[in-house]
């Protein structure tokens, strides 16, 4: 009878044991989709609101696009439109927040990159000049999440990865 209920034991201890390991494999799974979730709603709702598109869109149509801007150039267009500079530093504090969030695994990198690794990289070399005044003149670790990060997904940026299924 004790080798019995010994072996009972031993059954409940397993299946105790690996509801547990389950568990903590589920809540890890809900962890991970949850900042996915996260990093597309940040998209969607930023491509709903952005009040800067406008102005930044009216000044790039203006000077044709250019990849790589000289600063003086920025600042006779800051002279012009008194708007451009906020636009601008509200863009980059936008990239700024996704690569923290990035940082501080709020949002999912993977996902960040897909959507906006590729407008990032293109504005940090637009704006390189600023960016680099900037962090000169006002604060040396001004978007240095965002450069970093860019500079990260630029140095890989022929390499696709895909990510196994969640669940």
Do not use: C
């Amino acid at each position: 009878m004790d080798e019995f209920r010994l072996v009972i034991e031993i059954i409940s201890l397993s299946l105790l044991a690996g509801s547990v390991f389950y568990a903590a494999r589920q809540i890890k799974s809900s962890h991970d989709w949850n900042r996915r979730k996260a990093a597309q709603d940040i998209a969607i709702k930023y491509a709903e609101l952005n009040p800067n598109k406008v102005v930044i869109n009216e000044f790039l149509e203006r000077i044709g696009h250019k990849e790589a801007l000289k600063l003086e150039e920025l600042k006779d267009e800051f002279k012009r439109a008194s708007d451009l500079r906020d636009a601008i530093d509200t863009l980059l504090n936008f990239y700024e927040f996704l690569a923290m969030g990035v940082a501080q695994k709020v949002y999912d990198e993977k996902l960040i990159r897909i959507f906006w690794g590729e407008a990032m990289s293109t504005n940090r070399i637009r704006y390189k000049s600023y960016i680099d005044n900037s962090i000169k003149e006002e604060y040396p670790d001004l978007w240095r999440y965002f450069i970093s990060y860019t500079a990260k997904w630029d140095s890989q940026k022929n390499q696709i990865q895909e990510r196994g299924s969640t669940g």
